[in-house]
């Protein structure tokens, strides 16, 4: 292969290849849809050129065959008339007429079926035309999607780099370490100006608050407060009875340090007992025997 032939190759496959990246299939199918539409035009005009010479034609046959009916009529005159000579002349100008009559009536009859081939031709055509818009319309729809398609990938693949992900997270460090410079600078204010302990009190009560708040809830909520009434009345009663019994007692038992004297050599246990069994009475009535017999 020579040079040159190499290098008109090289050229060609060049041009091709920034005609096939130029070609836009939008464009590419409306210009198409353009040209179609020209041609469609063009067949009309031939359409309506050939139906013209079609009903020219008819027209001239009409009036040819009127013409040798008409001559027909003259001989018919001329018979009447007994002039048989004048009747084979006017039969004569029938028969040329009715012979042109007939070479147009066979052109009539080959332009109409021409025309009705141009008719189908025109129709078959202007379908063509309609199917390719309705393809047009769907191969649009189909390439937008694709560029859809190509843009998300695109975008996605773009998103797989990190940098952007990795900016936001030391933001939000950034950011939390202002908040946290924020509370200290705060709690320094605080402690600066002596209010720190009351703050803290006060932020105990309320937090002390609320969770006995939520825990009583949470008790409430799981049935735990619910005890039994008789219990409580049964504990509650004996409670009292035993708290008013052992106020009585310690009104009418009298104390170690009011027991006669001459009950102080016992021992402890022994007055404790003495008040349990509550024998001060009897003790006091055998000092005052022993007292009247003396």
């Known amino acids: 292969m020579g040079i040159f032939s190499r290098l008109g190759t090289l050229i060609k496959s060049n041009l ?9 299939p939008e464009k590419m199918l409306t210009q198409v849809l353009l040209e179609m539409q020209q041609q469609l035009i063009e067949a009309k005009k031939s359409v309506a050129i050939a139906i013209a010479d079609e009903k020219k034609l008819q027209k001239q046959y009409t009036a040819e065959t009127d013409k040798a009916k008409d001559w027909e009529r003259k001989a018919m005159v001329a018979v009447r008339a007994g002039d048989d000579g004048l009747a084979r002349q006017a039969l004569a100008r029938k028969q040329e007429h009715e012979t042109i009559a007939t070479q147009f009536q066979q052109q009539w009859i080959a332009q109409k079926q021409a025309v009705e081939k141009l008719k189908d031709a025109l129709r078959l055509l202007n379908n063509k035309i309609e199917e390719a818009k309705r393809k047009k319309n769907l191969l649009i ?88 009434k008789g219990g409580e009345s049964k504990q509650l009663g004996s409670g009292g009875v035993k708290a008013a019994a052992s ?46 017999k003396k």
């Open 16 to 24: 091709n290849d920034l005609i096939s990246k130029a070609e836009d």
């Open 247 to 292: 106020a009585d007692d310690s009104k009418a038992t009298p104390s170690s340090t009011s027991i006669d004297p001459s009950l102080s050599g016992l021992s402890a246990e022994d007055l404790k007992e003495l008040e349990d069994l509550d024998l001060s009475a009897e003790l006091d009535a055998a000092d005052k025997a022993a007292a009247g």
């Open 141 to 228: 729809a189909r390439k937008k999607r694709a560029e859809a398609q190509q843009q998300i990938a695109n975008t996605m693949q773009g998103l797989g780099d990190t940098s952007a992900f990795d900016t936001f997270d030391r933001m939000a460090e950034r950011i939390q370490l202002m908040e946290a410079e924020a509370e200290a600078g705060a709690e320094l204010a605080g402690e600066l100006s002596g209010d720190t302990l009351e703050s803290k009190f006060l932020a105990l009560e309320q937090g002390g608050a609320n969770e006995d708040d939520a825990l009583s809830d949470l008790k409430a909520k799981m049935g735990m407060l619910e005890a039994p």
